[in-house]
Nanobody
Framework: EVQLVESGGGLVQAGGSLRLSCAAS????????ISWFRQAPVKQRELVAR???????NYADSVKGRFTISRDNAKNLVFLKLNSLKPEDTAVYYC??????????WGQGTQVTVSS
């Protein structure tokens, strides 16, 4: 069974930092890209960052230079380091992957709240 479990969210002041983790299981982790999405109240879910199986990365324009995605294939973990946080970064952050033979999977999400 494919599982994605996020952790690391919390309440932080503007300008602060957090590191989110996504623990993956149930599939060959090394072979697939992992993405982080976020969804703020009354807004659509949006892609924040993606890391390919080979380590290539992509970021939303709104987080470039502030957020860093990385992966540890030995531990089946993906990280999202959030620096210089802004109130508009407040959202539930979700881990995501697509395994072609199995489907699209989401974690339960972790709340990030940035106070001004």
């Amino acid at each position: 069974e494919v599982q994605l479990v996020e952790s690391g969210g919390g309440l932080v002041q503007a300008g602060g930092s957090l590191r989110l983790s996504c623990a993956a299981s149930g599939f060959t982790f090394d072979d697939y890209a992992i993405s982080w999405f976020r969804q703020a109240p009354v807004k659509q879910r949006e892609l924040v960052a993606r890391i390919g199986s080979g380590g290539s990365t992509n970021y939303a324009d709104s987080v470039k230079g502030r957020f860093t995605i990385s992966r540890d294939n030995a531990k089946n973990l993906v990280f999202l380091k959030l620096n210089s946080l802004k109130p508009e970064d407040t959202a539930v952050y979700y881990c995501n992957t697509m395994v072609p033979s199995l489907g699209v999977y989401w974690g339960q999400g972790t709340q990030v709240t940035v106070s001004s």
